[in-house]
């Protein structure tokens, strides 16, 4: 049973477009929310994260909306840059416990110059 | 300085080898886990340890041994492997314990292709 789910597995933009990335989560028990940013031979490196207390988390060109009510939280990129074309990870967990990082599928967001 | 590296970074074996996949981490975390990316795609937790101790085993073949030496290393071992075990495979660390407000600071990843 998928957590967290990315339904869109491919996104594609123009440079200077916005770029929005989608991802829900069934477990009610999730409080903490990631995004993780994955070019192709690397590992996954951390971008941002949201916790339930907020609704929105804003860094740089970057900003999470986190909608609790719908179990639903969107990444939003502005402007969208070519460097920007990656695999993007939804990640999610409850902020207490053992509990681990379940993570998307993934949505691969290409950025068309 | 890479903070989490892997080696091998490729391992191509056939069924039925042991192999083994090594990582350390110069972050100076307490946890470390690995993570497995199937061909569907998914990253999905296998193991985790906080200072050398088992924190999270989920349900993962007896096949896998993860041995932590020290608190800067948790390497993989894969006994008798088969095709399904073919995944990209990784290696992460963080601060405190697996507590889900911990950001994860990823390897590379061992890609392992059973034949």
């Known amino acids: 049973d998928q957590q967290v789910k990315q339904n869109s597995p491919s996104l594609s933009v123009q440079e200077g477009r916005i770029s929005i990335l989608n991802c829900d989560y069934t477990?009610?028990?999730?409080?903490?929310f990631l995004w993780y940013k994955k070019y192709p031979a690397e590992g996954p490196t951390f971008l941002i994260s949201?916790?339930?207390?907020?609704d929105k988390n804003e860094d740089g060109r970057f900003t999470v909306f986190l909608n609790k009510s719908a179990k639903h939280l969107s990444l939003h990129i502005v402007p969208s840059q070519p460097g920007d074309s990656a695999v993007y990870f939804c990640a999610a967990s409850a902020q207490w416990g053992n509990t681990p990082l379940v993570f998307g599928k993934g949505t691969r967001l290409s950025v068309i110059a | 300085d890479t903070a989490v590296s892997q080696t091998p970074k490729y391992l191509v074996t056939q069924m039925g080898n042991d192999k083994s996949i090594k990582c350390e981490q110069n972050l100076g975390h307490d946890t470390m886990y690995w993570y497995k990316q199937d061909s569907k795609k998914f990253l999905k937790i296998m193991f985790s340890?906080?200072?050398?101790?088992?924190?999270i085993n989920e349900t993962v073949p007896n096949r896998f041994s993860p041995k932590s030496p020290d608190k800067a290393h948790l390497n993989l071992h894969i006994n008798s492997l088969e095709l399904g075990d073919s995944a990209v495979y990784f290696c992460?660390?963080?601060?405190?314990?697996?507590?889900?407000?911990?950001?994860?600071?990823f390897g590379a990843g061992s890609r392992l292709t059973v034949l």
């Open positions: 477990n009610s028990m999730f409080d903490y």
């Open positions: 949201i916790s339930s207390i907020k």
């Open positions: 992460a660390s963080s601060h405190g314990t697996t507590s889900g407000a911990n950001v994860l600071t």
């Open positions: 340890y906080n200072n050398k101790e088992l924190i």
